[in-house]
C-alpha cells in the first residue's frame, strides 16, 4: 500500500520579484516497509518535499503515486481522508492539540475515524505505553516535555495503523537521549508492523537509522543510497 | 507628530481585520443612532405641527377654568376685539376668535351630536388647516349667517349634502335654550374620522346670536412663527395687560398634554434602544482592546522593563482606543449624515402602520430632522462608551509586573 | 460519513475556555442582547395586550353583528331583531364566552349648567358582565340593575363638565326612528371610572328597555357583541356566527371594526422581530470578531489538523460548534436574566407620569410587561440562525486555510 512514486516534482515558489525553486523535478520510489532519512542544507527542499507526498501542498507540476492511489486531482476532502486513513505526520513541533490530554490526542483522530469508543480507548492505552508514557495519559501538552510531546505525536500517528509516517524534523527541539528513544520508537515500529518511514533530518546520528539515505541540495536529489543501520551513541 | 500617535496608530493595523470590525460596529451603531435620533426628532416635529396646526393652534387665550370645565359662560369677552389686538403683537402670526358649544344637529332624517364652533371665516384658515381640507362646496365667508360647514363623517350619518339644511339644539350661555337653522355649505374632508365625525363650524357673529353669548366668545387662537417659538410668544401674550383677570394663555402643551407624553412615552422606549446599542459596542470595544493588551503581555514587560511607567502605557492604550474610536466617530457620521441628509429630502415611509401614522398626524413620509443634535447625540454615546471601555484593559497594565509580564508565552 | 460530533464537541468546548476572558465579555454582550430582546418584547406585548383589551372592552365583544347598513348609517333606523333561531343556539353554545345585545345611539345630554354630545348604551347589564364591557370602577352611587333600570350611568369626567351631580336629573335627547326628538329626565344613579378619560365623557349607560321604550323601538336593538375571550381565535369561530346570522346582517371580526386595533399585532410583531434583528446586527461583529481572534491565534493548530487528516467540513463544523456553545451560553444567561428582571414587574410598572400620552395610544396609566414564551423563542431563533450566519465567514475562511502555510505561520 504505501509504495510511493513521484515522478518530475517542481514546486517553485515566489518572494519579493524572486522565485525559489524548492523542488526541481524530483523523482522518487520508495518501496513499502522502508526507513528513509532525506538529508540537506536548510532550504534545499526537504519539507516542502515531504508536504508534497502527504497531500498537504500540491506540486506544481509532476505526479505523486501513493499507494497506487494519484494524488493530483483529488480534492482537499479526498486529500484529508488519505491522510486520515493512510499516513500519520509527526512535525519538529507544536505537534498536539493543547486543548486535549495526551490521551484525548491519540484518540481524537480515531474519534473522527469513527472507531467505537470502547476499542479506541484501549487503544490509546496501549499505544501511550508503547511508547513509555503510561501514567501522563492525563496530562495537557503544556504539561509535557518536548520529548514526551514528541512521543504523543508518534502514538497518535500510528494508533490508527497508517502504512506511511512522514517526519519532519521529528528531534530538532529534543535533547539526545529523547532523540535516540524517538528514533528507537521509529525503528522498532518500521520493524515490527513494516510501517514505512520518511524522516527529514539535518542531525547525523538520526541519519544513522536510516536503511536508505537521500540527500537533497537546491531542490535536486543529489544522493541516494542504501546503508546499514546503526543506532546512536547515547 | 508625536511618536506615541505614531506607535498607536501603528498599534491598531496589527490586526487589521479585528480592528475593522470593531471599527465597523461603532459605524453601524452610529449610521443607526443617527438614523433614528433624526427619524424621531423629525416624527415628533411632524406629529406637533400635523396636531396642532390641524385645529388647536400653538396658543390659546382662554377663561382660566374653561380648559378644565368648558362651560359656555366661562367665556372670553369682546372676544374680537381681543384676537384682533392679538395679531398686532409682535410674535404672532396669526390670530382667530372661537366660539363653542355641544349641540344636536338634525336633519329631516337623523340627529347627532356635534360640536359647533363659531369662527371668524378670514383669520380662521390662518389658524387651522381645517378650511383647507374642503372637499365640496365652499368655506365660510365674513358676513354669511345661517351657514355651516361639516365633517364628511357627519354628512353622511346626517345624511345631507352642500345646499341642504340642518337644525341644531343646544343651550345657550345662560341655560336658555338655543336653537338654529343653517344651510350647509360645505364639507370637510379632513381625514380623521374622530373629527369628521362630529366637527361643524358657523360663522362666529351668528353663533353669538343663537347663543346668546354677547361680543364674547370661549378663545383667541394664536399661531406663533414656529412650534420653537411658541413659549417666547406665549410670554410675550401673558406681559400684554389683560381685559379682566380671569384669562389666561396657555400654550400646546397645557391645550394638548396628550401629545408631550406621547412623545415622552416614545422616547423612553427609543434610549432603552439606543442604551442597548451603545453598551454593545462598548463591550466590543472592551473585547478588542483587552484582547490587544493581553496578547502583548511580554512586550509590555520588555518595556516595564527598559523603565517605561505603567502610566504611559496605559496612555499608550488610551491613544490607541481614541484613534479607533474616532475613526468610528467619524465614518459614522459621514454614513449617517448622508444617509439622513438623503432622507430628509427623500422622505421615508414606515411600511404598513399607515393607520397608527394616521392616529398620530403623521400622514404619510416622514421627514428626518437633520440637526447638530441628531447627527451628534448617539455618536457621542458610542464614542464615551468606547473610551470607558477601555479603562479596564489600561488600569490592568498598573498591576502588571515585568520580570512575569516576560515569561508568559 | 457521520460527523463526530463528540470529538468536536469537547473540541469547541475547550478551545471556547482557552481565552476565557475574551469569552466571559462576549457572553455577556449577547447575554444583554439577548435581555434586551426578550424585555423590550414583554413591554411591547404588554402595550399591545392592554391596548388590545382595552379596546375591545370598549368595542366590545371580539365580534360584532349590526343591520346591513347600521355601520354606514349609525342611526336608530338601522336597528335589528334581537336574535333568535339559529343565531341565538349558536351564540349560546360553545366557544362564545358571552354575548349581548345593547342599543347604541348617539344622544345628548343635557343639565342646567350645559349639554355634552354623547353615545347612549342601552344594555343588559347581566349580558355584559360576560364581555367585561362595562366600567369596573364605580365611583360614586350604583351600577344598573337590569335591563329595566331608568337611571343612568355617567363618567366622572361627564358629570365634572356637566357639573351634574350623583341623585341630580339630566335630560337626555336622541332621535326616533321617525326623526323626531326623543327626550326623556332621567336620575343620574351611578358615576364611573373609565380606563381611560375618553370612555368617560363619552360612553352614558342605561337599562336597555327604558332606552328603548325612549325611542319606540320595541325590542330592537343596535348591535350584538359576542365575545369567546381569545382575541387571537376569532378566525376559527367567526364563520359559524357569520353564517347563522345571514345575509340581513354584517357580521365583523373586531380587526375588521377597528383596523387600528387590527394593524397593533402585526405592528408589534414586526416592530419586535426588527428590534431583534437590529440587537443582534450590533452584536454579530463582536461575534465575529471573536470568532477571528480565535481562528487566528490557533491558525498552526488549525494547519495540524489538516495534515492529520481532518476534512474541511469538520474545521468549519468545529468553529461552528464553538459558536452555538458560544451562543446558546449566551441565550441560557440572557433568557434567565430577562426571567429575573421580568417576574418582579408583573404587578406593573406606573407610568401616569405619561398617562394622557398613552391614551392617545389607546393604553392605561400601568403597563404590564407580558413575558411569552414565543418571544423568548424568536429572540433565541433570531440570534441562533443569524449567530450562525455571521459565523459562516470565518468558519469558511478557517476551512480553507492553505494547511502549509498555516503550519509554518509562527
Ligand atoms: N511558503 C513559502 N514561500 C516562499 N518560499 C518558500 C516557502 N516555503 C518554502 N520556501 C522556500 O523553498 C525552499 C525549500 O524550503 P523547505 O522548507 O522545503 O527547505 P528545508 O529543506 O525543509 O529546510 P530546513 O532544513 O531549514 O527545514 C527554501 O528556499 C524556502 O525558502
Ligand atoms: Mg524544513
Known sequence: ?234 | MNVTWVLAWRNLWRHRRRTWLTVAAMVFSNILLIFLVSLQLGSYQMMIDGSLAAFTGHIQIQHRDYHEQQHMYQDVPAVVDLATRVRALPGVEAASARAEAFALASSAERSFGILLTGVQPRFEPAVSTFPGKLREGRYLRDGDEQAIVIGAVLAQNLKVAVGDELTFLGSGRDGSFAAGVATVIGIIDSGLEEVDRSMAQVPLGWFQQVFAMGDAGHAVVVRAPSVDQVQATASALRSQPAPTGELVVLDWETLVPGLRQAIQSDMTSAWFTYGVLVVLVAFGVLNTQLMSVLERTREFGVMLALGMSPGRLARLVGIETLLLAGLGLGLGLVGGGLLSWYLSVAGFIYPGVEEMMERFMLGGRIYPEVSAVSMLIGPAAVFVGAMLAALYPALRLFRLRPVAAMQVA | MSLPLAALGTLAWRNLWRNHRRTLIMLAAIAIGVWAMIFMAALMRGMTDQMVRNGLQTLPGELQLHQRDYRRDPSVVNSMEPPAGELLQVLQSAPVAGWAGRVRVPAVISSERGSRSVTLLGIDPEAEQALGSLPEDLFEGRGLEGKGDRGLVIGASLARRLETALGKRVVIMSQDPDNNVAERGARVVGIYRGRLQGDEDRFVYAGRAAVQELLGIGQQISEIAVSGNDYRRVDEWYPRIAAAAGSGLETLTWTELDPFLGSMLAVQDGFTLVFMVVVFLALSFGLVNTLVMAIFERVREIGLMQALGMRPGLILGQIMLESLFLLCLGLVAGNLLAVLTIAPLASGIDISSVAQGMEMMGMSATLYPALHVQDMLMSTAVVIILGLLASLAPAWRASRLDPVAALTRD
Not at chain 1, 17 to 31: F, K, P, W
Not at chain 1, 143 to 165: D, F, Y
Not at chain 1, 196 to 219: E, K, N, P, Q
Open chain 1, 1 to 234: 500500500m504505501s509504495d510511493i512514486a513521484c515522478r518530475e516534482l517542481c514546486k517553485t515558489f515566489h518572494q519579493g520579484g524572486e522565485t525559489i525553486t524548492a523542488l526541481d523535478h524530483v523523482s522518487l520510489d520508495i518501496e513499502e516497509g522502508s526507513f528513509v532519512c532525506l538529508f540537506g542544507p536548510s532550504g534545499s527542499g526537504k519539507t516542502t518535499l515531504l508536504n508534497a507526498l502527504g497531500g498537504l501542498d500540491t506540486p506544481d507540476s509532476g505526479a505523486i503515486t501513493v499507494g497506487g492511489q494519484r494524488l493530483d486531482g483529488l480534492s482537499r476532502g479526498e486529500l484529508a481522508d488519505l491522510r486520515l486513513h493512510n499516513i500519520g505526520f509527526v512535525f519538529q513541533a507544536y505537534n498536539l492539540i493543547t486543548v486535549l490530554t495526551a490521551r484525548e490526542n491519540v484518540e481524537f483522530i480515531m474519534q473522527v475515524q469513527g472507531v467505537p469508543a470502547g476499542e479506541r480507548r484501549a487503544l490509546a492505552t496501549r499505544v501511550l505505553e508503547e511508547v513509555g508514557l503510561a501514567g501522563l495519559e492525563g496530562r495537557r501538552p503544556g504539561e509535557l516535555s518536548g520529548g514526551q510531546q514528541q512521543r504523543v505525536a508518534v502514538a497518535r500517528a500510528i494508533a490508527t495503523s497508517p502504512a506511511l509516517v512522514l517526519a519532519d524534523e521529528p528531534t530538532a527541539n529534543l535533547d539526545s537521549r529523547s532523540a535516540a528513544q524517538l528514533m528507537d520508537l521509529f525503528v522498532t515500529l518500521n520493524k515490527e508492523r513494516g510501517v514505512t518511514f520518511v524522516i527529514s533530518t539535518h542531525d547525523a546520528r538520526v541519519m544513522g537509522y536510516a536503511r536508505r539515505l537521500i540527500g537533497m541540495r537546491d531542490g535536486l536529489i543529489v544522493s541516494d543510497e542504501q546503508q546499514q543501520p546503526h543506532a546512536m551513541d547515547v
